[in-house]
């Protein structure tokens, strides 16, 4: 994330809220980038992009007010592979003061922002196929159900308890008698971090919920972490365990290894098993190869799928 800071050359009669600086506070981030995956002979080539940008003004009482801006998209480049053009987009007006922050409109989820999620074998596109079984599922449904215009709002609020950070949110299905809530805790030190969270499903009859437990810390050139899933519903979000773990070659270069285990019905269980190289340089730009095994059924007689990718972050 990054931060600017513009002056503010003109401002009308202010209110309580009023302006007790003469500077806007502006902080982004982003990614874009294009990946290949290649199987058994076929190949399919993806956009993928992200973009959040958060606009704070100071006021004489202490708190800020703001907005955060963001958007998601996936696109085919060469075929329909029934994901192509998925978009979600978010937004949402902010206040942060001694208490915390709180995010009205369709802020993004707190289980996305508090748990590690790596990208299998290197590639964000295997990562929205399994996003189901981890903790980001805001994320996983927004994108999937903004093919059917159907939009998500709600509120939340970031917050902090002695050295325990907190999050929670209740987000609404518009259109449908359906909400999603979730909450996180997270406590972090200097080599290690633990994340506790949960989410709640509920559509009349019909309520479902999920429990996440993250695990994760470094120590020399070595990282790594466990993320546990365990759902009352194994079609909505099966249980799952994903142990991922790398070794930072230097600074730009790190080899990824990952194991991810889903248990899609309590006598069936699928696992993939995930290996990527990554050079970063220190101007945003990237490149990755990974390989993992197919699970999916679209590499038939070639049980693995090799992807690379190119972008660069901001």
Known sequence: MRTIALAITALGPTTAFAMAQDKVQITYS?????????????????AHSTGDVGLRW???SGAKIGVNLGVETFHSLDYDYGLDGLTAYYAAAVLENRFGKISVGM??????????????GGTYLSQLTTNYGGPDFLRYVKLLLGQDYVEMTGVRYDGKIGQIDIGASVNKFN???????????HYARQDWSVSLGASFFDQGDYVS????????????????????????D?????????????????????????????????SEAQTIYAIDLSYTHPSGGFISAGVFNDIWGNA????????VAVGYKF
């Open 107 to 120: 802020p993004h989820g707190v289980m996305g922002d508090y748990f590690t999620v790596p990208a299998i």
């Open 209 to 232: 919920h999920s429990t996440n437990l993250e695990v994760q810390g470094r120590k020399g050139k070595m990282s790594g972490g466990i993320i546990l899933t365990k759902s009352d």
């Open 300 to 307: 038939d007689n070639d049980t693995h799928i090799v992807d």
């Open 30 to 46: 982003g990614m874009v980038s294009v990946e290949r995956l290649s199987y058994g002979g076929y190949s399919e080539t993806w």
């Open 234 to 266: 194994y079609f909505l979000e099966p249980d799952s365990t994903l142990a991922f773990v790398s070794y930072h070659i230097n600074d730009q270069i790190k080899l990824n290894a990952q194991v991810t285990r889903f248990e899609e019905m309590k």
């Open 58 to 60: 100071p006021t004489s």
């Open 175 to 185: 259109g449908y008698s359906a909400n999603l809530k979730e909450v996180v805790a």
